[in-house]
């Protein structure tokens, strides 16, 4: 399998968190045309920005969690040409769940379905983790 396919992924969830600080400078710039922040206080306080301005930043925090486990162990599997469709699914299932996850945290934020999306993000790491594993024991 051409082990470069799995870098696919990778790019995919890097355009994420690009869009997503696209997101939070939109979001700013409205709350601040709309006179809703104080500058001086939100240039020391990110809790004093409006709600649909922490939504985003908290979702671009959340980028920089779990997904730094998913970089690592797909660049692993990719150094040690260990990527098969098994890890590459297992990867592309991962960013569908990342998008999902932003799309319900800086929409609804609604917090049980929030967290049903990123409990199978997780499980993708787990996966994506074991794989490695046999790679390193094989």
């Not at 994420?16 to 709309?34: C, D, H, M, P």
Request: glycine share 4%; with cysteine.
């Amino acid at each position: 399998m051409n082990q470069d396919l799995i870098l696919w992924p990778l790019a995919a969830q890097a355009l994420l968190v690009l869009l997503l600080f696209i997101r939070l400078g939109q979001v700013k710039a409205r709350a601040f045309s709309a006179g809703l922040i104080d500058p001086a206080v939100t240039a020391l306080d990110n809790d004093a920005w409006p709600d649909e301005v922490r939504k985003v930043a908290n979702n671009i925090r959340n980028q920089f969690q779990v997904p730094v486990l998913f970089f690592v162990l797909t660049l692993a599997l990719f150094a040690r040409g260990s990527v098969d469709l098994l890890a590459l699914a297992i990867a592309w299932l991962f960013v569908a769940s990342r998008l999902v996850h932003s799309y319900i945290h800086i929409g609804s934020n609604y917090v049980p379905n929030r967290t049903r999306v990123f409990t199978v993000g997780v499980l993708c790491v787990f996966a994506l983790f074991g794989l490695l594993v046999r790679a390193l024991l094989t």
